[in-house]
C-alpha cells in the first residue's frame, strides 16, 4: 500500500509547526543587573526565596548575608529580584519564562565540588509577563 507523499508532507509540516510552538512558548530572561558572592555561613542560606519582590526584603537578605556592594536601588513595579544558591564553587543563574503560563523559572547552573559556605547570584529581571516564579504567585507590585 503506497502513502501519498501530500500526506507525509503535511503530517511532517503540523509536526514541525507544533514543535515549535512547543519551544517558542519559554524564553529565556537575561538579567538587567546582577551580583554575585559568596556567605561563609551556610546556615544562612536556608530558605532561601527563589525571589524577591520588596525593597524590604531585599534590604533583610542583603543585611543577613552581609553583603558588601551597596543596596541596589529595583523599581520592583517594573522589576524583580530573583536569586539562586549553591554548595559548588561557581553558579550561574539561569531565568526561562513560559510565554504560555507566565510562569519564571529560576535555577541555577553549579559545579558539583562541595565547598564550604554557600555561593550566590542575584539578579533583577523585567516583570513584564511574570505571574508566578516556580510555581509561586507574586505579591502586587509596589
Given at each position: 500500500?503506497?502513502?501519498?507523499?501530500?500526506l507525509?508532507?503535511?503530517a511532517?509540516f503540523?509536526f514541525?509547526?507544533?514543535?515549535?510552538?512547543?519551544h517558542?512558548?519559554?524564553?529565556?530572561?537575561?538579567?538587567?543587573?546582577?551580583?554575585?558572592?559568596?556567605?561563609?555561613?551556610?546556615?544562612?542560606?536556608?530558605?532561601?526565596?527563589?525571589?524577591?519582590?520588596?525593597?524590604?526584603d531585599?534590604?533583610?537578605?542583603?543585611?543577613?548575608?552581609?553583603?558588601?556592594d551597596?543596596?541596589?536601588?529595583v523599581?520592583?513595579?517594573?522589576?524583580?529580584?530573583?536569586?539562586?544558591?549553591?554548595?559548588?564553587?561557581?553558579l550561574?543563574l539561569i531565568?526561562?519564562?513560559?510565554?504560555?503560563?507566565?510562569?519564571?523559572?529560576?535555577?541555577?547552573?553549579?559545579?558539583?565540588?562541595?565547598?564550604p559556605g554557600?555561593?550566590?547570584?542575584?539578579?533583577?529581571?523585567s516583570?513584564d509577563g511574570?505571574?508566578?516564579?516556580?510555581?509561586?504567585?507574586?505579591?502586587?507590585s509596589?
Open positions: 500500500m503506497r502513502h501519498s507523499p501530500i507525509f508532507l503535511t511532517l503540523a514541525t509547526v507544533l514543535l515549535s510552538t512547543a517558542a512558548e519559554k524564553k529565556p530572561l537575561t538579567p538587567s543587573k546582577e551580583w554575585s558572592g559568596s556567605v561563609a555561613d551556610e546556615s544562612l542560606g536556608e530558605g532561601t526565596p527563589d525571589f524577591i519582590a520588596s525593597a524590604e531585599l534590604a533583610g537578605l542583603w543585611k543577613k548575608w552581609g553583603i558588601a551597596e543596596l541596589p536601588t523599581d520592583f513595579s517594573k522589576e524583580l529580584v530573583v536569586l539562586t544558591t549553591t554548595r559548588g564553587s561557581r550561574r531565568a526561562t519564562l513560559d510565554d504560555a503560563t507566565g510562569n519564571l523559572e529560576v535555577g541555577g547552573l553549579a559545579t558539583r565540588d562541595l565547598r554557600f555561593r550566590y547570584v542575584i539578579a533583577t529581571v516583570r511574570v505571574k508566578t516564579v516556580n510555581g509561586k504567585e507574586l505579591p502586587k509596589e
